[in-house]
């Protein structure tokens, strides 16, 4: 995927924003963003990075550092002079411009006259070509989302920003606009940056995601790496749901470390720990809910061998149509999550029940335990 | 107990009564009217009425006066004093441009760039209209003083040699000249122009200003292109609270101006209050009246505001 030409690269070398009244909304940052890469900020309101994001556009001046783009220094470029465009959250089409216009905009602004066969191809890409003479608030909020997403692609700019574009949109209509979203910049090529606060959002759309917490990229990787390999309890419980266990280092063997957990023992690969393991220290061991198989403590002899285990008590069950969720009070850790698929149901899973929760090794991964154990977790209810 | 095998039934809803609207209702917005109605009808209905028939009478003040339709009193009116209603439409339209370059930067400050000052300011622009409109006009005759210090400034900068030079004042003084008189209407009507364009420009989306620099205007392309048109309706909602008053107004000419300043305003006044030649009067009245209402119609039809969000 590597070409030649990295003038679509964004490159954030230090950048920080500090606000008059002594806010730090941004701590210094390095980021690379390569070209025709569809990159996404994922974070709760207030991480960050939607600065980061005005940064880039030239909206906001950085407090230090630079911004580039290729091997352009536009960290103090006014926007106009940038070559790069926002969809906006919200959009802010122009109400008096009709949508023919508003696309038109930004080839006007730079002095091009035959605008017309352009403007309707854009206005095609996004199967709008039956609006061009209605203004903005004719339109549904899909349809003025496309518009927002024509008037900044037509400029071909070689970022395009996006905030939280999707943000004003119902379920279903986000879905189906992720979809598009996503087809557009294959079909184009350009690198997209988009900011958003949902999770699934930037997990379906993005090659590369960064979760931003505090003014700080707390992670960046590949959508499944940053799920199965979660470096902080941050990003362990912003992404999906984790059950995390305090548990003490025991022993090492081989490339697994022994854990002690309550009374039981738990296996974690060492690869797959982000913390220092001295034995006696503490570890947060992390295990996803769907990665749990539940067995009732009648049949705890039918599991096997070498898997990690832990007893506990059903709490609550939800039947959710493709799984049933389960909450499960075990001595070790309270209100675990458990997530079984509805392949075949064991009728003895009820609240009350006594349950062996058990998973294998490979799947466990372990976080520094100095960490605060629920960070992420309120945001993710939040939203 | 027997076991049940089906849920029990809803409690039964109450069947839906089709009652016919009741009647009383549908009469309360009349009489939420009436109040309205009726001190229209009172207070400017029928003063309208009563000075359309004045119009059209003839007689004396001591034989008393007669409907006659006599509508040749308007043909003479307009004859003998269209200079004035000129003079008025000319200085109301001075005030109003300069109403509108003095009013939209300080509105577009207002808006945008005051910060936590904003309703201090917005404050200071309604102010005068504490003290009594004569009393500040009056004021205006202190401040355009043949030997106060603005008549002074303007001497020693020679901008009066300019301004005696285009007519507008004469013989080294502001006082008693149109230039008084357009300043006076200026100052007096000002608030008008600032409310509406502040209201404006305060309901623009700062995004939009963002949207139009991102996509390649620079700051003043942003503001022709977006900003202006969009605060379009209060430039025109401006323009006619400063207009309309501005052309019927006689204050600022009685007591800056000079018999060569006169508007129609003064000649309505002086024809109903020292002449005591009612006719004339109200046909004035009413033919300043069609003019507003003709370039008021005229101004908004072009300005095309109906189409603005």
Redo the contacts between chains.
């Keep these: 995927m590597t070409t030649p030409d990295n003038s679509g690269d964004v490159r954030l070398s230090g950048i920080s924003k500090t606000y008059d009244n002594g806010f730090t909304a941004v701590q210094p940052l390095d980021l690379t963003v390569p070209q025709g890469s569809f990159f996404a900020l994922l974070g709760a309101s207030g991480c960050g990075k939607t600065t980061t994001l005005r940064m880039i556009?030239?909206?906001e001046e950085p407090s230090s550092g630079t911004v580039r783009l290729g091997d352009q220094d536009v960290t103090h470029l006014?926007?106009?002079k940038r070559p790069?465009?926002?969809v906006?959250q919200?959009y802010?089409?122009?109400?008096?411009l009709d949508i023919f216009e508003n696309v038109a905009?930004?080839l006007r602004?730079?002095g091009i006259k035959s605008v017309k066969k352009q403007v309707e191809e854009m206005l095609e890409l996004v199967q709008l070509g039956e609006q061009a003479r209605k203004?903005p608030?004719q339109l549904s909020g899909g349809q003025q989302q496309r518009v927002a997403v024509a008037?900044?692609l037509i400029?071909h700019p070689k970022v395009l920003l996006l905030d939280e574009p999707l943000g004003a949109l119902d379920l279903k209509l986000r879905r189906q606009m992720q979809l598009e979203l996503k087809r557009i910049q294959t079909e184009v090529g350009i690198t997209f940056v988009h900011v958003t606060h949902d999770q699934e959002e930037a997990m379906t759309m993005a090659d590369t995601v960064a979760v931003m917490n505090a003014g700080r990229v707390e992670q960046l990787g590949s959508p499944s790496d940053l799920y199965e390999n979660p470096q902080t309890t941050f990003v362990a419980n912003f992404l999906g749901t984790s059950n995390l266990i305090e548990a003490e280092v025991d022993t090492k063997n081989g490339d697994d470390i022994v854990l002690k957990a309550g009374g039981g023992k738990l296996v974690l690969p060492e690869a797959r720990c982000s913390a220092p393991t001295t034995a006696g220290g503490k570890v947060l061991v992390g295990i996803r809910p769907e990665k749990i198989s539940l067995t009732h403590a009648d049949d705890a002899g039918e599991i096997p061998a070498g898997r990690n285990r832990l007893t506990g008590r059903i709490a609550d069950a939800s039947f959710i149509g493709v799984s049933t969720q389960y909450v499960i009070d075990s001595p070790v850790c309270d209100e675990l999550s458990v997530y079984v698929q509805n392949v075949e149901r064991d009728g003895r899973l009820v609240p009350g029940a006594e349950v062996v929760l058990h998973w294998s090794p490979a799947h466990t991964f372990g976080l520094d335990a100095a960490q605060d154990i629920d960070a992420g977790t309120e945001e993710e209810a939040a939203a | 107990m027997s076991t049940l095998t089906e849920a029990p039934p809803p409690l039964a809803p109450a069947a839906p009564e089709k009652k016919p609207p009741r009647k009383r209702g549908r009469f309360t917005p009349y009489w939420l009217l009436l109040p309205g109605m009726l001190w229209l009808v009172v207070f400017f209905a029928l003063p309208m009425i009563y000075q359309a028939s004045t119009s059209v009478q003839t007689g004396s003040l001591e034989e008393g006066y007669k409907v006659t339709w006599h509508f040749v009193t308007y043909w003479n009116a307009l004859s003998e004093y269209w200079p004035q209603f000129l003079r008025s439409v000319f200085y109301a339209a001075a005030a109003t441009v300069l109403c509108l370059l003095l009013g939209y930067p300080l509105a577009y400050l207002i808006a945008f760039r005051a910060g936590r000052w904003k309703n201090l300011l917005m404050i200071l622009v309604i102010a005068p209209f504490f003290t009594s409109f004569l009393i500040r006009t009056l004021a205006w005759k202190t401040i355009l003083a043949d030997n106060g210090p603005v008549v002074h400034a303007l001497n020693s900068l020679h901008i009066l040699d300019l301004t005696n030079f285009l007519g507008w004042t004469a013989g080294d003084r502001v006082l008693a000249t149109p230039l008084a008189v357009v300043c006076g209407l200026t100052y007096n009507f000002l608030p008008f122009m600032i409310l509406p364009l502040y209201t404006s420009l305060e309901r623009i989306d700062g995004r939009l200003h963002e949207a139009a620099g991102d996509l390649y205007a620079k700051p003043w392309t942003t503001f022709r292109k977006v900003t202006f048109p969009l605060s379009m309706p209060g430039v025109v909602s401006g323009t006619l609270l400063t207009f309309i008053p501005a052309a019927g107004d006689y204050v600022n000419a009685e007591l800056l101006g000079s018999t060569d300043t006169r508007m129609i305003g003064n000649v309505i006044q002086t024809q109903f209050l020292r002449i005591l030649d009612y006719p004339t009067a109200a046909a004035l009245s009413f033919i300043l009246m069609a003019a507003i209402l003709a370039m008021v119609t005229i101004y908004i039809r072009r300005s095309g505001t109906e189409d603005l969000v």
């Design positions: 556009a030239g909206l006014p926007p106009y790069v465009n926002t906006f919200s802010a089409l122009f109400p008096h905009f930004g602004r730079r203004k608030h008037r900044a400029n």
